[in-house]
Antibody, heavy 121, light 108 residues
Framework: QVQLQQWGAGLLKTSETLSLTCAVYGGSFSDDYWSWIRQPPGKGLEWIGEINHSGSTNYNPSLKSRVTISVDTSKNQFSLKLSSVTAADTAVYYC???????????????WGQGTLVTVSS | SYEVTQPPSVSVSPGQTARITCSADALPKQYAFWYQQKPGQAPVMMIYKDTERPSGIPERFSGSSSGTTVTLTISGVQAEDEADYYCQSADSSGTYGVFGGGTKLTVL
C-alpha cells in the first residue's frame, strides 16, 4: 500500500513562490513517476507535471516557465515550486503516483490528501 | 493547447445506464483514464488504459474506445455513483497529461 503525505504553506501573497513537498511511504520509489495536479475551487483538475527517481521531468506547457519539480531519493520525497503566483494559482494541490512510465501511459493510482493554497494580494 | 472535451453534465435515473464521453484528437494513439471525484475527496481511478478496471472497482463501470472518442459507461447506476467524472489523456507526443473539464453525474 502506497501513502503520500504532503505539506507546505497554505497562504501566499501575489508574486511569491509556492512550495510543496510530498513524502512517499510504501511501494518502490524508483519504479514510478511522481506527479503534481491541482484543482481550483469549484473547477476541474489540471496536471502540472511529473518526475521520476532519476530527475527526468515533464511539465504542462502552460505552466512550464514557472514550475520546478525536484526529487530527493534519499528521503523518498518530491517537491513542487511554482514561482510568481497570482490569484489564478489558488487551488487544492495534490501530489500523486503515476506507476511505470508516466502520465501518458499509466495514469494516477494514488493521491495525496491535497493542500489548499490560497494566493491573496 | 491540447484539449480533452467532456459534457459538463449527465443525468440518469437509478438503475439506468449512464454514458459519459470524452473526445480528443490524439485518443486513437494515447490511452484514456477515468477518475471519479466526490465532494471534498481526492479522485479515484475507475478505468485505465481505455478499458481496464482497477481491482476493487465495481463491474458496472466499463470503458470503451472508438476513434477520437472514449466512453465511460455505468450500468445500473446507483445513488452512490453521483459524482464528478474526469477523463485524462496525453498530448499526441505523450509528453504531458491533460484532463478533461469534468462531467457532473446526477442520479435523479
Amino acid at each position: 500500500q502506497v501513502q503520500l503525505q504532503q505539506w507546505g504553506a497554505g497562504l501566499l501573497k501575489t508574486s511569491e513562490t509556492l512550495s510543496l513537498t510530498c513524502a512517499v511511504y510504501g511501494g518502490s520509489f524508483s519504479d514510478d513517476y511522481w506527479s503534481w495536479i491541482r484543482q481550483p475551487p469549484g473547477k476541474g483538475l489540471e496536471w502540472i507535471g511529473e518526475i521520476n527517481h532519476s530527475g527526468s521531468t515533464n511539465y504542462n506547457p502552460s505552466l512550464k516557465s514557472r514550475v520546478t519539480i525536484s526529487v530527493d531519493t534519499s528521503k523518498n520525497q518530491f517537491s513542487l515550486k511554482l514561482s510568481s503566483v497570482t490569484a489564478a494559482d489558488t487551488a487544492v494541490y495534490y501530489c500523486a503516483r503515476v506507476p511505470g512510465a508516466g502520465i501518458a501511459v499509466d495514469g494516477v493510482d494514488y493521491w495525496g490528501q491535497g493542500t489548499l493554497v490560497t494566493v491573496s494580494s | 493547447s491540447y484539449e480533452v472535451t467532456q459534457p459538463p453534465s449527465v443525468s440518469v435515473s437509478p438503475g439506468q445506464t449512464a454514458r459519459i464521453t470524452c473526445s480528443a484528437d490524439a485518443l486513437p494513439k494515447q490511452y484514456a483514464f477515468w477518475y471519479q471525484q466526490k465532494p471534498g475527496q481526492a479522485p479515484v481511478m475507475m478505468i485505465y488504459k481505455d478499458t481496464e478496471r482497477p481491482s476493487g472497482i465495481p463491474e458496472r463501470f466499463s470503458g470503451s474506445s472508438s476513434g477520437t472518442t472514449v466512453t465511460l459507461t455505468i450500468s445500473g447506476v446507483q445513488a452512490e455513483d453521483e459524482a464528478d467524472y474526469y477523463c485524462q489523456s496525453a498530448d499526441s507526443s505523450g509528453t504531458y497529461g491533460v484532463f478533461g473539464g469534468g462531467t457532473k453525474l446526477t442520479v435523479l
